[in-house]
């Protein structure tokens, strides 16, 4: 009925009503098959690659392929795949015109110019005229009972079997013809409709014959757009004048229906399905046509294809987008006039009838919502109805109080006398007739013994109430905006509820059939007190919201709750049994509003928000009217198949793969996952678990995303359930195994090479320090010996010259003055020289820094000394005048060369020694010899301990980088030659 009309009845009724029992204005409900179903619609927004869908066909595995003039796309019922061709298979035209699924799952394909699609898997076949089709718009496909492929192009009719494309029309049997539907009947007879109808006998492969059908009509209006075969075995053909059906042998035309009928489907219900150009939907039940026009159904008039999936959900492909009608057992009743109120409460009565508050009263009766209006209050703005046990009618109002109706007679109740606020939120009715009411702020009790108001000052939670109700104790509860109250034996009392819900949003309450309390609350789920303990269901649990603004039990124990926008019924059993800290998900119901109050919104916060009638149906209030949830059939269907579709590594896509190595550089991995399934996944959830990592499940937010960083190396199972909250406990998992690669420094090989490198590491430190160590014994030790080797070689060679002259002194007779005092001068030089000595070598220990020294001189000098003090004669020869060296080489060097001329002198009993000094090139040599007793040659080779001097001599030619040699045999005297590098160990070039 259109909204003059409406309006009209409504006015008269207004004019004509009685003021005693109120004046009505009606709203028929927008009845029709198309209210009983939720839509849903997608466009190019929303994934489509172009919105004129042409084509639909599910798949064996629950994906919807879906032909657009732009292309095809697959559709799991979460997100859109675009199918794409690769580049050498280019096509000539992206349009897709019909679609087909074979028995094995592969799905045909034609398309408007660029011939027919063949897709199976990862392959794709294309037929052109390449391969003998000689029209490459291919309009109609179907597969018959043998799995053979008909195609039906501009030009011709094809069959495809064993491989081979064959033309069938165009011979004497077969008239050629433009196809543009075909289907095998259940007589397996081959329908092929276009420029004619024909019905084809396919029995004998190559001999086809074929039966021509005359359409009614003019030859324009006859063509053929869509041939269907119902259950009763009637055919239906869709023509470009209208729909014909076949009955007695004769075509007959559906009068109502003048548009071209491009689609056709029967549904499983029985109901056939008629989608035309520009003149919208048709629906045939039970020899009754019906148009879906309802505004805002389709989003175009034209309709191109029509589907009917497994879950019985109808999708349909129009000009301008694709839509999915979902059967709902909700309907709304639109409220006439009802505007857009900021509050709406619902209740009803013991005849059925159905009392909405919405500023204005209204009454639903039969399906009908009328408005009601009584001249007693004064135009006040109405909150809510209440009927008392008596047949008192009590009004709730918006700033004017209450009002009471005891037959004809009406009390007004306002405040400050009898009320504590005027703003009315909900009545109650206590066992004893005492009525309670619920205001802005605070309560107030009206009974036999008079008024008592019940405000903070009294004892209440909050000023600000918002639900009531009385428990089978006779107890009253109440729930304010900020803590809930207990009223007891005429106190208020405290317990776990009390302190539990002391800071909450109390919106609603209910006593459940076994005595439970429940608390609905505006912000954080819902709460049960059951034998002195409170639990908490959320979200965690399954419930669609945390904010309840309803709660209800039907008397078949069915939990009902409404929230901001969603209405959910949950069994009896599971809210009794399940234990909200566990695992166990409850099984809710979630309901979707009708197409034309798709989006409405709960009302909440004031009472009653809902109302069970007797009928069993479940009533609402929502901004688009009041709605009523029917009987509703259990949910069915597959469950939710989850997959993951995605991988990202630090934001980069990766294949999926089930030999994913992650790679050791990788800091953020995130798993992108689906569900799928055609039916509504506002109630799809997702649960997933890292193995080796999570301890317990994790819940995604919205984007299905599970993303973890910075893991360890290592082999991990990522496990990944979908379930449907209606069927928790039907889930369907997808399992993905993964190797996180270690880096470098995490390997085996790495741990054993540095295990290895430590050890080195550790030894070369070892053997670093033993080597200090040796290195400062042997300098110790070489201090040692040079520290010996100036002991012996200046201080006890000086000791032992002065010992000598003082024993040549004491052997001179007594009268012999003169050469006792001359030896004795030569004792004290000695002395003073062997000091010398002494000093100098304790000044070496102390200063680095030294001079150069003539080693000719001091040679001589160490000659004439010998003599001085033995007698014995040195004969120094030398081929330079003179022999610049440094003081601490001359020194190494006159310390050997002394030591060899006092062993010669002591130890051989020669009575001279020859010293030689000769250079040539870099070389130096300084050569001893006498001609004495001599020594064993073994002796002379190998120098051992009690032969210090040969020692002393020996490393003092070392520590200048020189050698050393002796040659000694007994009788023939001894030869010491020293061999030095001129230019090494401060050695330098002598001047001649």
Request: net charge negative; proline share 3%; glycine share 10%.
């Amino acid at each position: 009925m259109g909204t003059f009309i409406r309006v009209s009845i409504a006015l008269l009724l207004l004019c004509a009503a009685g003021c005693a029992c109120g004046s009505t204005a009606s709203s028929p409900v927008h009845a029709g098959a198309d209210l009983s179903y939720a839509r849903t619609l997608w466009q190019v927004s929303d994934g489509l690659p172009e919105d004129t869908v042409q084509a639909l066909a599910e798949s064996r595995d629950g994906l919807l392929w879906i032909g657009t003039t732009g292309g095809l796309t697959r559709f799991d019922g979460a997100h859109m795949k675009a199918f794409g061709v690769a580049s050498k298979q280019m096509l000539a035209a992206h349009s897709i015109f019909c679609t087909a699924i074979a028995p094995d799952g592969s799905l045909w394909a034609g398309t408007e110019g660029g011939g027919l699609l063949h897709i199976a898997g990862d392959s794709t076949e294309i037929f052109t005229r390449a391969q003998g089709l000689t029209d490459e718009f291919v309009r109609s496909v179907a597969i018959d009972h043998l799995g053979r492929v008909w195609v039906g192009t501009d030009d011709g009719l094809f069959v495809i079997a064993h491989g081979r494309l064959r033309r069938v029309d165009g011979t004497a049997a077969i008239p050629a013809l433009a196809v543009h539907s075909i289907l095998e009947d259940r007589s397996h007879r081959l329908w092929a409709g276009g420029s004619r109808l024909i019905a084809v006998d396919i029995a004998q492969e190559g001999a086809e014959q074929a039966q021509e059908f005359r359409l009614p009509g003019a030859y324009s209006k006859s063509r053929v757009k869509k041939i269907l075969e119902g259950r009763d075995g009637t055919i239906w053909v869709g023509t470009v004048g209208g729909l014909e059906r076949l009955r007695a042998g004769r075509f007959e035309g559906v009068e109502e229906i003048h548009a071209t009928v491009r689609s056709l489907l029967e549904a499983s219900d029985g109901a056939l399905w008629i989608g035309t150009i520009g003149d919208g939907l048709w629906t045939w039940r039970e020899g009754r046509l019906s148009p879906m026009r309802s505004a805002g159904l389709l989003p175009s008039d034209t309709v191109l294809s029509i589907l009917e999936d497994a879950q019985q959900q109808i999708w349909i492909g129009t000009q301008a987008g694709l839509v999915r009608l979902n059967k709902t057992p909700v309907s709304v009743v639109e409220l006439p006039e009802g505007g857009d109120p900021d509050f709406e409460t619902i209740s009803g009565d013991a005849r059925g009838d159905v009392w909405v508050a919405a500023q204005r009263l209204y009454r639903v009766r039969g399906g009908v919502a009328s408005q009601v209006t009584y001249p007693e209050l004064g135009g006040s703005t109405v909150r809510n109805l209440f009927t008392a046990r008596n047949g008192d009618l009590w009004l709730g109002t918006d700033g004017s109080g209450a009002y009471r109706r005891r037959g004809s007679a009406w009390t007004h109740y306002t405040a400050p006398r009898e009320l504590t606020n005027n703003f009315i939120r909900g009545f109650l009715e206590a066992s004893g007739g005492d009525i309670w009411i619920a205001t802005d702020e605070g309560v107030s009790r009206i009974g036999g013994e008079g008024v008592h108001q019940l405000t903070e000052a009294n004892g209440l939670a909050f000023f600000s109430t918002r639900s009531l109700i009385e428990d089978r104790n006779g107890s009253i509860w109440i729930g304010t905006d900020r803590g809930l109250s207990h009223w007891s034996h005429g106190q208020f009392a405290q317990d776990a509820a009390t302190l539990g819900l002391a800071t909450e949003k109390v919106w609603s309450i209910l006593e459940d059939r076994s005595g439970a309390l429940w608390f609905g609350t505006r912000d954080h789920g819902l709460f049960r007190y059951r034998d002195g303990v409170l639990d908490r269901f959320t979200v965690e649990q399954g419930l669609p919201s945390n904010s309840i603004y309803q709660i209800l039990q039907d008397r078949r124990g069915v939990f009902w709750l409404s929230g901001p926008n969603t209405v959910a019924s949950i069994p009896e059993a599971e809210m009794r049994a399940i234990a909200p800290h566990t695992d166990t998900l409850l099984s809710v119901t979630v309901y979707a509003m009708p197409f034309r109050a798709d989006g409405a919104q709960m009302y909440g916060g004031r009472q009653p928000a809902g109302w069970l009638a007797p009928d069993d149906s479940v009533w609402f209030a929502t901004t688009r009217g009041a709605a009523r949830v029917g009987e509703a059939h259990p949910a069915s269907g597959m469950p939710p198949r989850v997959s993951i579709e995605e991988i990202l590594e630090d934001g980069r896509s990766v294949p999926v793969s089930s030999a994913l190595k992650v790679g050791s550089g990788v800091a953020r991995l995130s798993f992108a996952f689906t569900a799928r399934s055609l039916l509504s996944q506002k109630g799809v959830r997702f649960r997933y678990k890292l193995e080796n990592f999570d301890t317990a499940w994790n819940s995604p937010a919205s984007d299905r995303v599970a993303t973890y960083t910075n893991l360890r190396a290592g082999r991990y199972k990522l496990r990944v359930v979908a379930f449907d909250t209606a069927r928790p406990s039907e889930i369907t998992e997808v399992d993905l195994e993964f190797v996180k690669l270690p880096a470098f420094y995490q390997t085996w090989w790495f741990f054993t090479l540095a295990a290895c490198l430590l050890g080195a590491t550790a030894a070369l430190a070892y053997r670093l320090r033993v080597r200090r160590i040796q290195a400062s014994f042997a300098a110790v030790l070489a201090e040692r010996n040079r520290m010996a080797r100036e002991m012996h070689d200046t201080v006890i060679q000086g000791c032992t010259g002065i010992s000598t002259l003082l024993e040549a002194v004491a052997s001179l007779p007594a009268d012999t003055p003169a050469p006792g005092n001359e030896l004795l001068d030569y004792a004290r030089l000695q002395a003073r020289a062997t000091i010398d000595e002494a000093r100098r070598a304790v000044w070496n220990m102390r200063h680095e820094r030294e001079n150069d020294v003539d080693l000719i001189e001091l040679l001589t000098g160490v000659a004439q000394q010998t003599a001085r003090e033995f007698g014995t004669h040195v004969d120094l020869r030398h081929d330079v005048t003179e022999l610049t060296v440094s003081a601490s080489a001359a020194h190494e060097i006159l310390m050997t060369v002394r030591e060899a001329i006092y062993n010669s002198v002591q130890h051989s009993g020669t009575k001279e020694v020859e010293l030689a000094v000769k250079t040539q090139g870099e070389e130096l040599t300084l050569t001893i010899a006498d001609q004495g007793c001599g020594m064993p040659q073994t002796a002379a080779a190998s120098p051992h301990e009690g032969h210090y001097g040969m020692i002393g001599m020996r490393e003092r030619m070392q520590r200048l980088g020189g050698q050393f040699e002796l040659t000694s045999s007994l009788g023939h005297g001894t030869r010491i030659q020293l061999r030095l590098r001129r230019t090494v160990r401060g050695v330098p070039a002598g001047r001649s």
